[in-house]
């Protein structure tokens, strides 16, 4: 068994997930087969994980061998083959069908057990009634008196900072999703950046990052009011985005993509790896790394477990995408794959 044959999760142990990927790819390795079997007979931990990595992948039954999946591996490794021949064909057709036939079956065969948020802490200050707020990797939907929910994402906290007159809430960092309850005598407003978005009775996301504010309106209407622009209202299906200082754009997006994280899942469609990359690592304190350019750079199409890092990297091993290196820390480097 040679280097590239070991399986190897953080601080350089093994994971079910690794060793999934390769007794698939050596299904005939003796040497590989009792390495597996040695690590799974180390620890009780370890029996479990793989149990539950086969019986999600029992669970798909005869999907693994559908010719569709099947005829998407071969296109895919024809297509890498070309390209290491000096052809620069794009990911983004190939791996559009393979991928996303694969976060359908590697990526959601290899999601591990459900893990349920803690429940959200909420403490009274004297700037707000109450806080809540999510770990990494967490989710928690919130349910305010008047019947509106509050749904945090990952590492997300909002801040309740007005009951009596209004309905005043704070997105002091994160993402969250808000379905609101109507009355027109009581306006929903919900600060975030420094912008206010104001809704009436409607279902909408708004998220904060370093250098980007950004609101999805599901359903109802949105008045949208900011300190270098003039108000702008929202219809649904829309999608309205400020990098930096710049102003603000409105566009229509695929939302049910862009809020896919509400029922555990992430939907890419052509995005960079490195952002996708970037998106998985939001969910995880296992973080993923890819220093090569090129590499980062080239389109992914997908869906995704979030938080699922090793079902996410083992999807992308399995297919011939990337070559994955676990290091000593809790982190995952991906490398171009070397022609043989």
């Known amino acids: 068994m040679n280097d590239d044959q070991r399986a190897e999760g953080p601080s350089g142990d093994p994971d079910a997930a690794s060793w999934f990927v390769r007794l698939q790819r050596q299904p005939d390795d003796s040497e590989l087969r009792s390495a597996f079997d040695a690590w799974r007979t180390a620890d009780p931990s370890h029996a479990r994980a793989w149990a539950e990595v086969a019986r999600t992948w029992d669970q798909l039954g005869d999907l693994k061998d559908d010719p569709e999946i099947l005829a998407a591996?071969?296109?895919?490794?024809?297509?890498?083959?070309?390209?290491?021949?000096?052809?620069?064909?794009?990911?983004?057709?190939?791996?559009?069908?393979?991928?996303?036939?694969?976060?359908?079956?590697?990526?959601?065969?290899?999601?591990?057990?459900g893990r349920g948020p803690d429940a959200p802490t909420a403490a009274a200050t004297p700037q707000a009634v109450a806080i809540y707020r999510t770990m990494v990797g967490e989710q928690q939907t919130v349910v305010l008196e008047d019947g509106s929910k509050v749904t945090l994402n990952t590492d997300t906290e909002v801040q309740l900072t007005g009951w009596d007159g209004g309905r005043d809430l704070t997105l002091v960092q994160g993402e969250a999703y808000f379905v609101v309850a109507k009355n027109t005598e009581r306006p929903f407003v919900v600060t975030a950046g420094g912008r206010r978005v104001t809704a009436l009775g409607t279902a909408f996301a708004v998220r904060i990052e370093p250098t980007r504010w950004s609101v999805a309106l599901m359903e109802g209407k949105v008045r949208i009011e900011g300190p270098q622009a003039a108000a702008v209202e929202m219809e649904p299906g829309q999608y309205l985005v400020q990098d930096g200082d710049h102003p603000w754009t409105i566009e229509r997006r695929n939302l049910e993509d862009l809020t896919s994280w509400r029922d555990g899942s992430l939907t890419f469609e052509n995005r960079p790896l490195g952002q996708v990359v970037e998106e998985m690592n939001r969910y995880s304190r296992r973080k993923v790394r890819v220093a090569d350019p090129v590499l980062a750079s080239r389109p992914l199409s997908g869906r995704f477990k979030s938080g699922d890092m090793a079902g996410f990297v083992a999807t992308l091993e399995a297919y011939g995408l990337v070559r994955a290196e676990r290091g000593a820390t809790d982190t995952i480097d991906l490398h171009p794959v070397v022609s043989e």
């Not at 297509?79 to 064909?89: D, H, Q, Y």
């Not at 190939?94 to 057990?113: E, K, M, Q, R, S």
């Open 73 to 113: 591996r071969a296109a895919m490794k024809a297509e890498l083959a070309a390209e290491r021949r000096g052809s620069r064909m794009p990911w983004a057709a190939g791996i559009a069908a393979a991928v996303v036939t694969g976060g359908a079956l590697l990526g959601y065969g290899l999601w591990g057990p």
